[in-house]
């Protein structure tokens, strides 16, 4: 016995000297990591908000990062973030040097970092526009006017994302013009993740209505995904600016001092009439790039103050 | 004279005869607990409002049947093997730092430990002066075990940035504080004569501490570092939620672009792991003589059994490679950059993230709110406990050996009918365990959310699944090491196979129960944040609206309430516990 409770503690020993020498061997050595002086090969970090099939703009990033490398001539990463909040917090640390935000992040991260640029928007951003849908059993009625979101009172209702303009923050703004409050909605009112999701909860029912962002709809239109038998179309919003790239400020004292501008150029420049620029241009549902800056968000800030999403 | 003692017997007669009063303090507690959980039934607003979304149904059957056919397309299948593997790494590298820091704090969190150097070891009582430096040290490591891994995560991302450094460390601070306790609690139960012995010889605390202490203890300390490497895994899975990377990560990416069968690939591949890990450690927890969670917790060392050492032990040596084999592989997939702990960036950043959060902002008519969401989270989380722990007591019976031939409950039968439908039953309950503890407690919640109103009540079943799952188990296990001598001699005596269940295992059985559902009440008290993140009611949805403003500053005031409502559970869940044992 007393020899058994030896040898197993021998095998014991070596098995743990194994696992700490392996752990020692996976530390990385420490005096590979560059000084701060050296940092012409630290790559230039891109991000996106995954709020439109996050899945699918995950695994086909990798296009534009390849097609920015060639343009700028400096390494391009992709760092894929699950949500919002995430997002901000890495673009304000520094660990995102672009990011692909929405209309409310993007004011969030430009509080947050000073200096940080809008640079490009879509060719739709500038006129965008929120669609509240309703499931078609429950007799909601395509309405006129704003005053016309009264009608949602006593019915089940969900937003996107907390943090999305066109999911939460516009369609609320919207609500409280017209009188809705959050109260007003029969139970407590959801936040589904994902336009995506949003429209299957209200097709499915789980939600009499909800709100998405137009170019989600069109696109699910589209393909066929939206099912038109059950899901209806109630209001179009009035049109404010959403989604932009936001750049950190920090890129030109590491890349040179135009970087900034041959960003933009570059993302203006991308031409859907060549087939793999095209492939980008489709991924984030645009025609081309346009030109933003940063006052065009004024108005999302105020309404972001209002709704206590910018404090 | 025979008067007396006529006397003295009657008395006697009348002491023994008169049964005890039922309004003792246990029926108290427990019409105090059955209380809570209808008041809490009442928070949910079950009898006033819908909660039952009946529209949901199409689209949870459409979850449901992708089960059946999960993408297994090459490139997602690469996919789940690296999240895989990226989970199983920072639940290594959590368990490993966890357990050092358990090392440490858990010999100065001891009472021994101060005993020893303050020389006071001799005296029956604790003494005063060695009471200090203990009670301030058992103080510091009861506030980072108050706080989820989650919240954890939040905060390192804010110091860190995307790095695998903010999963490993939001594993390792609450895990370590809660192994150094666990730690701290054994090495106080462990008999201390040969310590004595040396520390009275001249030996220095530490020396003394290496040479007895520590060894004597060792199989109870790596039994419970098995323990909490289950425990890792499953909380590396939920540390995706915030973006982490992982199989968490990946299955809420798919559940947004609602790809359901994928999820279902990411699913099987969580089953998997944590099937495998769990059986791993049960194995080998077996092996080392304390296979009970319990025994740590309710720590009885001094009467348990010796490991028995036989062949099997070489399981343990093979076991240790193969642990140390995936190390490796894990090694290749993430890389740890350990100079970002005090690289300039990072203390700037923490400086500027203290300045964002101090001073708390503490309003008084938020009071109202914020009390009204306390409740709210209690309700849950004693909601959720209630159903785990109705749930866990009906699953572990089926789930335990006890009624394959040769168990207590069917010693005689060796028919390969018996066998057959015994086995059946046991992997049926099993699986049924393991989905529902390797499904993260948010997922639940997302999945119920189809089809139930955003509200306390998803919140709380998702976490009455989760821990459901957990309890099953460890109550199975209680069963299969409980003492056969009384239910054999039932058996011998003539008992009935529900005879025996019902006046031997049950009763020796259901006060560990209890204790156990006790102490995940209070893990459950903590998970409550975690489904609140994903819009289940209750403070953690208020938290999540603070994170999505960046209100830091209230964000501290919802936190400092967790807080509270955590001590307080805890205190009483500890109280509860002494009573049963």
Same mark, same amino acid.
């Given at each position: ?37 050296? *940092? ?25 990062? *390849? ?5 700028? %001539? ?19 640390? %520094? ?9 409310? *992040? ?30 078609? *059993? ?51 009112? %959801? ?11 209200? /097709? ?51 890349? %040179? ?43 999302? /800030? ?10 | ?53 009946? !529209? !949901? ?15 297994? &397309? ?67 490591? &009861? ?108 299955? @809420? ?49 001094? !009467? ?87 749930? !866990? ?15 207590? @409950? ?172």
């Amino acid at each position: 016995m007393s020899v058994g409770i030896k040898s197993m503690k021998k095998k014991l020993l070596c098995g743990i000297v194994f696992f700490l020498l392996t752990l020692a061997a996976c530390s990385p050595k420490s005096s590979e990591t560059s000084p701060s002086g050296e *940092t012409k090969n630290q790559p230039f970090t891109v991000g996106a908000i995954p709020d439109q099939d996050p899945e699918k703009l995950q695994r086909l990033y990798s296009k534009l990062a *390849t097609y920015l490398q060639k343009q700028l %001539g400096v390494p391009v990463t992709y760092k894929p973030v699950t949500d919002y909040t995430a997002a901000v917090t890495a673009f304000k640390v %520094g660990d995102l040097d672009m990011v692909w935000f929405g209309g409310l *992040t993007g004011v969030q991260a430009q509080l947050q970092v000073k200096g940080a640029q809008a640079i490009a928007q879509r060719n739709i951003d500038n006129q965008f526009h929120s669609i509240f849908i309703a499931n078609k *059993t429950t007799g909601l009625k395509p309405i006129q006017n704003i005053n016309g979101l009264k009608e949602l009172k006593g019915h089940t209702f969900t937003f996107g994302s907390e943090s999305s303009t066109s999911g939460r923050l516009m369609p609320q703004y919207f609500l409280k013009q017209a009188g809705v409050s959050l109260n007003d909605f029969k139970g407590q009112v %959801g936040f589904s993740s994902s336009h995506d999701a949003t429209l299957k909860l209200v /097709e499915a029912g789980t939600y009499d209505a909800g709100v998405l962002n137009e170019q989600v709809w069109k696109s699910r239109v589209q393909s066929g995904e939206a099912n038109l038998n059950k899901v209806e179309v109630l209001w179009r919003t009035p049109s404010y600016y959403d989604y932009h790239w936001v750049i950190n400020p920090s890129v030109n004292q590491r890349y %040179g001092n135009d970087f900034i501008k041959k960003v933009q150029t570059a993302l203006l420049k991308l031409n859907p009439n060549v087939p793999q620029q095209k492939e980008i241009l489709d991924l984030f549902g645009a025609q081309k790039f346009i030109p933003t800056k940063n006052s065009n968000y004024a108005q999302i /800030e105020t309404i972001g103050r209002d709704i206590g999403m910018i404090k | 004279m025979p008067q007396i003692e006529h006397k003295a017997i009657q008395n006697s007669v009348a002491k023994t005869s008169t049964r005890p009063t039922l309004f003792n303090q246990r029926s108290l507690w427990s019409l105090f607990g059955i209380a809570a959980i209808i008041s809490s039934i009442a928070q949910t607003g079950l009898f006033r409002q819908d909660i039952i979304n009946p !529209g !949901g149904w199409s689209v949870f059957l459409h979850f449901l049947i992708a089960s059946l056919h999960p993408d297994l &397309s090459p490139e997602l299948l690469s996919l789940t093997l690296d999240a895989t593997i990226v989970t199983l790494a920072y639940a290594m590298y959590g368990t490993a730092f966890s357990v050092f820091l358990g090392l440490v704090g858990g010999v100065l969190a001891s009472q021994v430990w101060w005993q020893s150097v303050f020389m006071t070891y001799s005296h029956r009582q604790f003494q005063p002066t060695a009471i200090a430096p203990w009670l301030i040290i058992r103080a510091l490591l &009861s506030i980072p075990r108050a706080i989820h891994e989650l919240i954890w995560g939040l905060f390192f991302i804010n110091i860190f940035g995307l790095d695998p450094l903010v999963a490993i460390l939001a594993i390792t601070i609450p895990f370590g504080a809660v192994t150094a306790k666990v730690f701290s609690e054994i090495l106080d139960e462990t008999p201390r004569q040969p310590l004595i012995a040396l520390l009275s010889s001249g030996v220095s605390p530490p020396k003394a501490f290496i040479y007895s202490l520590l060894p004597q203890a060792f199989p109870y300390l790596l039994s419970y570092t098995f323990y909490r490497f289950e425990c890792s895994i499953r909380s590396a899975a939920v540390l995706g939620i915030i973006g982490a990377g992982g199989l968490g990560y990946q299955i @809420l990416l798919s559940l947004q672009s609602l790809r359901y069968e994928q999820i279902w690939t990411f699913f099987f591949a969580l089953f998997l792991l944590n099937g495998s890990v769990d059986f791993w450690s049960a194995l080998l927890r077996h092996h080392l003589g304390s296979p009970n969670r319990l025994d740590l917790n309710s720590l009885k060392l001094q !009467g348990s059994k010796r490991p028995t050492i036989n062949r099997q032990s070489h399981l343990i040596l093979f076991a240790s490679s193969i642990g140390a084999i995936a190390l490796l592989l894990c090694s290749f997939s993430i890389k740890i950059d350990y100079t970002k702990l005090w690289a300039p960036r990072t203390i700037q950043l923490l400086e500027e993230f203290i300045g964002e959060v101090f001073p708390p902002n503490i309003n008084t008519t938020q009071f109202g709110e914020l009390f009204n969401l306390s409740t709210q989270t209690l309700a849950m989380s004693i909601l959720a406990i209630a159903l785990a722990g109705l749930g !866990g007591m009906l699953l572990c019976f089926p789930a335990a050996r006890i009624l394959l031939p040769g168990g207590v @409950l069917n010693p005689i039968s060796q028919s390969p009918h018996h066998w057959f439908w015994g086995t059946i039953i046991l992997l049926l309950t099993r699986s049924l365990l393991l989905i529902s503890r390797a499904i993260p407690a948010p997922i639940w919640a997302l999945i119920l959310l189809f089809i139930l109103f955003p509200g306390i009540l998803p919140g709380a079943i998702a976490l009455g699944l989760h821990n459901l799952g957990i309890l099953g188990r460890l109550m199975a296990e209680v069963i299969e090491e409980l003492d056969e001598r009384p239910l054999r001699s039932l058996q011998a005596l003539g008992a009935t196979s529900p005879q025996v269940f019902l006046y031997g295992v049950l009763p020796n059985a259901l006060p560990q129960f209890i204790a156990y559902i006790l102490y995940r009440w209070e893990v459950c008290m903590r998970e409550t944040v975690i489904v609140g993140l994903v819009g289940a009611g209750g403070l953690g949805r208020l938290l999540t609206e603070q994170l999505s403003s960046f209100d830091y500053k209230s964000l501290v005031t919802t936190l400092l309430c967790f807080i509270v409502l955590t001590f307080g559970v805890d205190l009483l869940s500890a109280s509860f516990r002494r009573l049963v044992r």
